[in-house]
């Protein structure tokens, strides 16, 4: 049996994790939650992805802890890196495919964070466009400093980007973690609720309603705000409304938003 399953809701992709007892993200589950991944972005009758987590209490625990130590040994006589992360090939492997999939899906994904969701787990979470954490949830946080390393899956760059430099600089430096509510408190989950995973699939049910080139450009251009020159992203947006006006999705959408005859000449 794989780790991972999936189940269509209506137009939504509910994808979830499962790797029993301890609940840790592999390299096989790496290439199963990309399939999945890569499957759901590619389906026009999925408009919104969830993914949460299959042992209970548990999101994604974190990356296997055994597997990256293997790495390290492998790694520790070869070439160095060169400065700057240049070189051959895509750095981060399967698991770096994955989260930059998730962040560049043309479809909204929603974390539904069902429990502990540390390190390489929580990076996936910090990949999708809007997360949900469980009031129970005892942890969430980059530890990886904690056992000499660092968070190599996007954390230091995204982290950042959700709650500020100088909050993620403590965080990730001293491998802290959090509890839902306090993740809250801090911006790093968008809402803490009883059932994070109703509340998930709640919202994500929106997105069945809503034209589907209009949330795809939204995503990419919201996205790319905070990496480019604001001038170039405007000179994006405006050029991609056009595009957009132009989609059989945006034009159904505004003739049914219109408002009556009788109201538009008030």
Do not use: W
Not at 76 to 105: M, N, Q, R, S, W
Not at 138 to 144: F, K, N, T, V, W
């Amino acid at each position: 049996m794989g780790l991972v399953t999936t189940e269509q809701r209506g137009a939504v992709r509910l994808v979830t994790y499962a790797n029993p007892p301890f609940g840790t993200m592999t390299a096989q589950g790496s290439v199963e939650m990309l399939a999945a991944l890569r499957e759901a972005a590619d389906d026009p009758a999925v408009r919104a992805v969830v993914i949460t987590g299959g042992v209970p209490g548990i999101f994604v625990r974190h990356y296997d802890v055994g597997e990256l130590s293997v790495m390290s040994d492998g790694l520790a006589g070869a070439p160095a890196a060169p400065a700057g992360g240049g070189g051959g090939g895509k750095p981060g492997g399967t698991f770096g495919e994955l989260v930059d999939l998730i962040a560049a899906a043309p479809k909204p994904v929603i974390a539904a964070i069902n429990g502990l969701c540390m390190g390489g787990g929580f990076e996936i979470t910090l990949a999708c466009d809007i997360r949900i954490a469980g009031a129970d949830v005892a942890a969430i946080g980059l530890p990886e400093t904690r056992v000499g390393i660092f968070p190599g899956g996007g954390g230091t760059q995204r982290l950042p980007r959700v709650i500020g430099e100088a909050r993620a600089l403590e965080m990730i430096l001293r491998g802290r973690t959090v509890t839902g509510p306090e993740a809250g408190e801090i911006g790093m989950v968008h809402e803490v609720v009883a059932d994070p995973l109703a509340r998930a699939l709640e919202i994500a049910a929106e997105f069945e309603a809503k034209g589907a080139d209009g949330v795809a450009y939204a995503k990419r251009l919201t996205r790319a705000a905070l990496d480019r020159p604001l001038a170039e992203g405007l000179r994006d947006e405006r050029l991609s409304f056009v595009e957009v006006m132009k989609t059989p999705s945006a034009r159904e959408g505004l003739k049914a938003g219109r408002p009556p005859a009788a109201i538009q000449t008030l």
